[in-house]
């Protein structure tokens, strides 16, 4: 699949990532852009979107580190202001590499669940290793419940399913087929 269509999903499968990654404001923001041709003006994006203009601009630092966006200079009149623009050509790397550091995360649950035991406190849901659970007698530190096994099995098959699901998801995007 090539041209819009193509672009349309990267831009909407960027949208989800960064709101995962960067909450509501990163949704807000790279939506505002898209209604404004790609650019979103540093100067006068707080106040267009009703944010704070310091979290505005963390949040396009955040997106220009990821190459998601790109600084430019737009002259208003006699002064020059700061924008930012979605770097459209940069969507397909940065879900792929978004995409392979969430590969690499479940990778490493899957092994510290098979290598470990795991329990939980039903109450504040803090996890514990078994020799944390042993020095605290099976109680949880904070409120001193019970602490229960972790289901070991059902976990990893849930681990596991989601890492083929990323697998085919990968192999969807490298084949172009989207």
Request: hydrophobic letters at 40%; charged letters at 35%; aromatic letters at 6%.
């Amino acid at each position: 699949m090539s041209g819009a269509p193509r672009e349309d999903k990267l831009v909407e499968i960027t949208i989800l990532i960064v709101e995962k990654m960067m909450g509501e404001e990163g949704r807000k923001i790279l939506e505002f852009m898209l209604a404004n041709n790609g650019l979103i003006i540093e100067e006068t994006a707080g106040k267009d979107l009703n944010t704070k203009s310091n979290i505005v601009r963390k949040i396009l630092q955040k997106l220009s580190d990821e190459a998601v966006v790109v600084p430019v200079k737009v002259k208003d009149k006699d002064k020059v202001l700061h924008g930012w623009v979605l770097n459209r050509e940069a969507l397909a790397n940065f879900i792929i590499s978004r995409l392979r550091k969430s590969k690499e995360k479940l990778t490493t649950r899957i092994r510290e669940l098979e290598e470990n035991t795991f329990f939980i406190c039903p109450t504040c849901h803090r996890r514990f290793r078994y020799e944390e659970a042993l020095i605290n007698d099976f109680h949880c530190p904070n409120d001193n419940s019970l602490l229960m096994e972790v289901d070991k099995e059902g976990e990893l098959a849930l681990l596991r399913e989601k890492l083929k699901s990323l697998d085919k998801l990968l192999d969807y995007i490298h084949s172009d087929g989207f």
